[in-house]
């Protein structure tokens, strides 16, 4: 399985951008989700789909101001940014558990990492 992830870039504060992971390979019972990471922080997860019934997860901070969706047929989860704060400025990265079923809870059992894109908010 491999991820790319694509999308970032430099936005004013309360804009709104949307970010696009591209997979390949069988990830149809497999966890995609977002991750970011800024400088000297440890990475935390923002948002999920679930292989085993697409139900998604996001962090509290981003909750009503994120979606994510899963489109099967292009192989792409996307993650709508709206609202956006300085605070959401970082490496945005997706990744896949693949766990068969897997499910939006342990975050340390994603592996398969696509590149990061950087999400730069200015205030």
């Known amino acids: 399985v491999q991820l790319q992830a694509s999308g970032g870039g430099l936005v004013q504060a309360g804009e709104s951008l949307k970010l696009s992971c591209v997979w390949s390979?069988?990830?149809?019972?497999?966890?995609i989700a977002w991750f970011r990471q800024t400088p000297g922080k440890v990475r935390e997860a923002v948002s999920c789909?679930?292989?085993?019934?697409?139900?998604?997860w996001h962090t509290d901070s981003v909750k009503g101001r994120f979606n994510i969706v899963r489109d099967d047929v292009k192989n792409t989860v996307y993650l709508q940014m709206n609202r956006l704060k300085s605070e959401d400025t970082a490496v945005y990265y997706c990744?896949?558990?693949?766990?068969?079923?897997?499910?939006?809870?342990?975050?340390?059992?994603?592996?398969?990492w696509g590149q990061g894109t950087q999400v730069t908010v200015s205030s």
């Open positions: 990744a896949a558990d693949l766990g068969y079923k897997s499910e939006c809870r342990l975050f340390t059992l994603f592996t398969e």
């Open positions: 390979g069988n990830v149809d019972y497999h966890s």
């Open positions: 789909v679930s292989g085993a019934d697409r139900t998604t």
